[in-house]
DNA sequence: TTTAAGACATGACAAAAGTCATCTTTTTCG
DNA sequence: CGAAAAAGATGACTTTTGTCATGTCTTAAA
C-alpha cells in the first residue's frame, strides 16, 4: 500500500477540461504545476479524516474517492464522490475549518496536492478563478439543498432511484447512451449514498432488477430505464 | 398586507455588526447604502419563489425568515431561518442560478435589497470581503454537511432533539441562560425543520416535556435540560 | 488451489414513523 | 363579539425500514 508518486504537468493534463483550474494562464497553471505533488493511492487508502486540519487542496487526476462523514454509532454517509478534474477538500480550505468529512479512496486514484499558500496566492491573484471557485461552491450548496429536502421527506426507495439516476448522470460510462454506472459501488456504499441499510438496498437493487429497470454487469449497475426511474423516484409524474 | 418602506443608514444599523458587511469602509457601506431599498414585511408574505432568478441581495434587519424548498407531493423542508443580520438569496446570486428554494416571513421583518450590480461592485473591489463571503459560505456548507448525514442515520426523535438545541443556539433569547427559543414556531414548521410530519413532532415535543427537557411558554420552546437533550440527540455519550 | 474474509442475499421480526380520522383549543377576521 | 379557520392533540392502524440471524457466493491472499 506504499504510495507511489507520478508526475504529469497541468498544461498537459487530460482532466485540466473538466477542473476549475480550466482558463488560469499558463503563468498560473505552471505556478501550481512547480509546487505540486502527485501521488497514487490505492484503493481503502485514506487521504484525509473528519477532524484535522487542511493544508491544501487535492485536485484528482484519476480513480475516484468517496468524502463521508461517520457519526457517533460509526454510521456513514456519503456526501460526495470525486472524479477526475474535482477539487477535494477546498471546503475547508476556503472555510479556514477543520475537515468536517473524511475522505477514502474507492478506486485506485491519482491525486496532486498543492499546499494552501501556494493556492491562495493563485485564487488572490485572479479575480476570474475566484469567480469560478466561488460560483462552483454555491453550485453544489443548491445541490445539496436538494439532498437535504430529499432525505426528509422521500422514501428510500425514491431516493435510491435518484440515487441511481445521479450517478448515471455525473458517472455514466462513454457511449452507450452512458446507461453504465462506472464505480465499482459495494452494496453498502450505496446504501451509504442513499442513507439508508445495506440490506434496504439489497431487496430495492433487485426489485429494480425484476423490475426491468436496472441490470448488474459484473460489480456495476446499468439503468436500463431511466424514465420509469425517475417516476419511481417521484422526479416526473406520470 | 401592503408593503412598507422604511429607511435606516447601514452605518447606523444595529445589526451591522452580526453581518458579512461588517469590516467594509464607510465609503462603501455608503454605496451599499445609497442604492439600497428597505421594506417591512408581514408574516406570511413571500420575498422570493423557488425557479425565479434573483436580481439582488436581502440583507435582513428585523423579523424571521424561512427558506424552505416544497417537493412534488407539496411536502416543505426548512432548510434555514434567517434573522436580522443574515443574507437572504445570495447562494443564487453568487452561483448565477435560479433560486432553488422560497422564502417566507415567519414573523413581520424589515429587509433591505441591494441590486445584484451594486453587490458584485463592491464585493469585486475588496478582497477582504470576498474572502469573508467565500469563509461564511463554506462554513454554511460544513453545517449543510452536518445536517445531510444527519438525516441519513439520526431517528426523528434525535433530529428533533438536535434541532431544538440549534434553534436555543442560533435564536436563543439574550438573557436568562438563553433558554428560549425565541421564535413563534408552529409545529408543522418545527417538523418542517426536522424532516418529519407534524404529528410526529407533537408526540415528541409532549414526551419531552413530560420527561422535563423542555416546556412551553405561549407559542414557544424553552430548552430546560440542554444537556439531557445532547443525550437524546446522541451527540453526547452518557 | 485452498481457505478465510468480505460481499451479497434472504427471511423473520421489531421498531419507528407516516397516515387518517376525530376532537379540542386557539387564533383570525368579518 | 362570534363564526370560521387554523393549529394542536390523540388514538388506531398501516407501512416502511432497520436489525439480527443465517446462508451462499465471490474475491483475495496464503
Given at each position: 500500500?506504499?504510495?507511489?508518486?507520478?508526475?504529469?504537468?497541468?498544461?498537459?493534463?487530460?482532466?485540466?477540461?473538466?477542473?476549475?483550474?480550466?482558463?488560469?494562464?499558463?503563468?498560473?497553471?505552471?505556478?501550481?504545476?512547480?509546487?505540486?505533488?502527485?501521488?497514487?493511492?490505492?484503493?481503502?487508502?485514506?487521504?484525509?479524516?473528519?477532524?484535522?486540519?487542511?493544508?491544501?487542496?487535492?485536485?484528482?487526476?484519476?480513480?475516484?474517492?468517496?468524502?463521508?462523514?461517520?457519526?457517533?454509532?460509526?454510521?456513514?454517509?456519503?456526501?460526495?464522490?470525486?472524479?477526475?478534474?474535482?477539487?477535494?477538500?477546498?471546503?475547508?480550505?476556503?472555510?479556514?475549518?477543520?475537515?468536517?468529512?473524511?475522505?477514502?479512496?474507492?478506486?485506485?486514484?491519482?491525486?496532486?496536492?498543492?499546499?494552501?499558500?501556494?493556492?491562495?496566492?493563485?485564487?488572490?491573484?485572479?479575480?476570474?478563478?475566484?469567480?469560478?471557485?466561488?460560483?462552483?461552491?454555491?453550485?453544489?450548496?443548491?445541490?445539496?439543498?436538494?439532498?437535504?429536502?430529499?432525505?426528509?421527506?422521500?422514501?428510500?426507495?425514491?431516493?435510491?432511484?435518484?440515487?441511481?439516476?445521479?450517478?448515471?448522470?455525473?458517472?455514466?460510462?462513454?457511449?452507450?447512451?452512458?446507461?453504465?454506472?462506472?464505480?465499482?459501488?459495494s452494496r453498502?456504499?450505496?446504501?451509504?449514498?442513499?442513507?439508508?441499510?445495506t440490506?434496504?438496498v439489497i431487496?430495492?437493487?433487485?426489485?429494480?432488477?425484476?423490475?426491468?429497470?436496472?441490470?448488474?454487469?459484473?460489480?456495476?449497475?446499468?439503468?436500463?430505464?431511466?424514465?420509469?426511474?425517475?417516476?419511481?423516484?417521484?422526479?416526473?409524474?406520470?
Amino acid at each position: 500500500m506504499a504510495k507511489v508518486e507520478f508526475n504529469i504537468p497541468c498544461t498537459l493534463c487530460e482532466h485540466l477540461k473538466d477542473s476549475l483550474f480550466n482558463g488560469l494562464s499558463p503563468e498560473d497553471l505552471n505556478k501550481i504545476n512547480l509546487h505540486k505533488t502527485c501521488i497514487s493511492y490505492k484503493k481503502g487508502q485514506n487521504i484525509f479524516y473528519e477532524g484535522t486540519r487542511p493544508t491544501g487542496l487535492y485536485c484528482m487526476n484519476g480513480g475516484k474517492v468517496k468524502v463521508y462523514k461517520n457519526n457517533v454509532q460509526g454510521k456513514e454517509y456519503i456526501i460526495y464522490i470525486a472524479k477526475p478534474g474535482d477539487f477535494l477538500g477546498y471546503r475547508a480550505l476556503l472555510g479556514e475549518e477543520f475537515y468536517a468529512a473524511s475522505a477514502t479512496v474507492l478506486e485506485d486514484a491519482k491525486i496532486c496536492f498543492i499546499t494552501k499558500d501556494h493556492f491562495f496566492e493563485v485564487l488572490q491573484k485572479n479575480p476570474a478563478f475566484m469567480k469560478r471557485v466561488v460560483k462552483s461552491i454555491c453550485h453544489e450548496m443548491g445541490i445539496m439543498e436538494e439532498k437535504m429536502a430529499e432525505l426528509a421527506h422521500k422514501s428510500v426507495r425514491e431516493r435510491l432511484a435518484a440515487s441511481l439516476l445521479m450517478l448515471k448522470e455525473s458517472y455514466g460510462m462513454e457511449g452507450e447512451g452512458s446507461t453504465l454506472i462506472d464505480i465499482a459501488l459495494s452494496r453498502e456504499d450505496l446504501a451509504n449514498i442513499v442513507g439508508t441499510a445495506t440490506e434496504t438496498v439489497i431487496r430495492l437493487l433487485s426489485e429494480f432488477k425484476s423490475e426491468g429497470l436496472v441490470s448488474f454487469e459484473g460489480k456495476k449497475i446499468r439503468v436500463l430505464e431511466p424514465r420509469k426511474l425517475a417516476k419511481q423516484a417521484d422526479l416526473i409524474i406520470g
